[in-house]
DNA sequence: ATGAGAATAGTAATCATTCCTAAATTGTAA
DNA sequence: TTACAATTTAGGAATGATTACTATTCTCAT
């Protein structure tokens, strides 16, 4: 009748270079990178690393919580910061971009009393021109 | 100097058979369907249909606006209700359902006169359990 | 009816991601 | 330390979703 242990925590996992790499890379930017573009900047440190190796500790790490895993048009994308905020995707640049802000009220607690879902998180995603996007489009327009 | 159609309207549609047989599957459901199983939809009256059709199709009615284009959980979603709209995804059956309950204050506004992005749409997912999974896994766990 | 542009079916190609395996590494407990 | 079992790794193959390509067919304004 044991309830055994979370299941984060039925293995135990060992901290090796290459996990350590992954988290500084995705905790060293305050963009959104690929986990192509996080394959590129551990390789700078270490030069073996392979593709799978970053994909099955980004996965490891976003199913502990420590990171967010974000699935945003095509690739997935992967965020160091694992505190709610909005998000902001640019139509333009492809940008994934974090908004200074808040999400201003709890609306996790109203949908989940007007509801039977049981919510575990949410995301909130804008799309649309960054500022220097909608800038390079007027220039464009005025040429 | 004349300032051209706008992108939407530059090049002009014809109505196709396949077309509006996609529209019509995708209108006569209320759940998110994946291109695949737009494909098997579609087939039962076009048996001839291709792939590329439905997807080529599906990403113009996006581009247009006449449907949704939802990029969740690896696969792409598409919605034939194009009104926003608050979103669903279950962790266990991993369904995508529509909350019946409109955005209830006007974030974007909010997020808008707070920023220099210029704001097209935006989208919020939650994420949990559905009513049905949540009791699938009470009954495990008091089995 | 007809002709120019647009869309189609079918297939090949691409891209992101997952799977596989033998070898190497990690933490632990003597 | 050393030894060991579990875990993780590199590298490459395999998968799955989506896009690109192309010769042919269709659409619709004239």
Redesign the interface.
Known sequence: MSAGKPESQKKKKYLTPQRRAILNALESVVTHPSADVIYEMVRKELPIISMGTVYRNLEQMATEGMILRL????QKRYDGNSTPH?H?RC?CCNAM?D???NP??D??K??QT??????????????????EC?LTKKKE?TA
Do not use: A, N, R
């Open positions: 699935d945003g048009g095509g909005l902001f139509l971009i908004l200074p802000m201003h009220d609306i996790q109203i949908v007007l509801t039977d879902f049981e919510i575990k998180s949410y995301e909130v995603i804008f799309t649309g021109l960054c500022p909608k327009q």
